[in-house]
């Protein structure tokens, strides 16, 4: 209880509503049908004085996430998200700017196009002592970049990674063993657009996140957030800010950045850039209109994944489709912008895919009536 009542006092330097206020709200989003805890309520910065009840109540918490997830996306469908070389296969087949595929690891044999083939540990080896690098390597069927590594160049039998760190071949080679990866890939490294890597300081991409919705009359995308590099990172993770890195709210319409964190909670907005001190705050990102064109285009193809996470790559040649994924945290794009993510836009949106989902399962029934 004290750790809560300190957390609830630091938050009055920074606008925060009165104490008795905050536990009432805590209190009334606690037993909200899906709930909101305690720490999501500190999370999203639904303790400062600007957010009404209104505005209170198109906050989401992790359970409504999950819910909306399973709701939205159907479950053979997740496949072609989840399995990393099967998405790119599809976006390959279909034109779309993926990163480019070096080789890749199966013990099937899979593929994506004219890469390097490798099904056992001992060709992986062989293909490591040739002219390969720099690379990035990635599991098939992961999240959250575990298992990434971007490789720099070999030294002896260690490699040397984009941070600075070295590794040796039994740490390199651990993620080839475990099975759930289902392989490993290896892709040519993207390189950052050059206003993003002057502002960064660092060639390594920062992506941009877009949050959108598959309807019957088109995509929608509803939400973008910028996953901002910081320091010698090689990912633009942000793990709740373990990483160092940022997270930036963007602007649709315009693609400027309106609201950084560095971290969730109390005191983690920031305004400049931690590595370089360069504003980040009104900086509009390049290629926005094709980005959004690219994303608008592709979702098109994965018509039974209605909520849709695309990370974008910016970079000097154009947006990449670096991967899709489902089952993200929706809540927390909520902590980056300060806002709630079920406003009224999201709720019409909503209001439509269970429109055409119900008229589905209508026609459906009546062809079984007939037949």
């Known amino acids: 209880m004290g750790s809560l009542l300190e957390t609830v006092l630091a938050t009055q330097s920074e606008g925060g509503k009165t104490t008795f206020m905050q536990l009432l709200e805590m209190l009334r989003l606690r037993l909200r049908k899906p709930p ?12 400062h004085g600007s957010i009404t009840p209104a505005l209170r109540d198109e906050f989401i918490g992790w359970r409504q996430s999950s819910r909306l997830d399973k709701e939205l996306n159907d479950d053979y469908s997740r496949i072609l998200a989840n399995d990393k070389l099967l998405n790119y ?10 990163p480019a595929p070096v080789a890749t690891y199966t013990a099937g044999g899979r593929r994506i196009g004219g890469e390097i083939v490798l099904q056992t540990h001992d060709e992986v080896r062989t293909f490591l002592n040739g002219d390969v690098y720099p690379f990035y390597v990635k599991p098939i069927s992961a999240g959250y970049g575990h298992g990434v590594l971007c490789v720099t160049g070999r030294e002896g039998d260690s490699f040397r990674l984009f941070d600075g760190r ?9 993620p080839f063993a475990f099975l759930p990866y289902g392989g ?13 890597a002057d502002l960064t300081g660092t060639s390594a991409v920062s992506c941009v996140r877009f949050i959108c919705f ?19 990172n090689m990912l633009d993770n942000f793990s709740h800010g373990d990483y160092g890195n940022c997270l930036g709210a963007i602007d649709i319409e315009t693609g400027s950045v309106k609201r950084v964190i560095s971290r969730m909670g109390v005191g983690g907005q920031v305004d400049r850039h931690p590595t370089t001190q360069k504003p980040l ?3 509009k990102l390049p290629d926005w209109e094709n980005a959004l064109e690219l994303v608008r285009s592709a979702s098109k193809h994965f018509p039974g994944l209605r909520l849709q996470n695309w990370d974008v790559a910016f970079c000097p040649q154009g947006p990449v ?5 489902t089952e993200s945290e929706l809540a927390v794009p909520q902590a980056i912008s300060g806002r709630g993510l079920m406003d009224q836009r999201l709720r019409k949106i909503l209001a439509d895919i269970a429109r055409d989902k119900a008229a589905y399962r ?10």
Do not use: C
């Open 166 to 174: 070295l590794i040796g071949l039994e740490e390199f080679m651990a």
């Open 89 to 98: 296969l599809l976006l390959n087949v279909n034109g779309f700017p993926i």
């Open 321 to 325: 489709l670096l991967e899709l994924n």
């Open 362 to 371: 209508a026609a459906v029934a009546r062809r079984d009536a007939v037949f």
């Open 214 to 232: 598959v309807t019957s009359a088109g995509p929608v995308i509803h939400t973008a957030f910028w996953k901002i590099t910081t320091g010698n």
């Open 36 to 47: 909101i805890g305690i720490s999501e309520y500190f999370e999203y910065g639904i303790w």
């Open 184 to 196: 490993m890939l290896f892709q040519k490294p993207l390189t950052a657009h050059p206003e993003i």
């Open 281 to 283: 705050l009104g900086l």
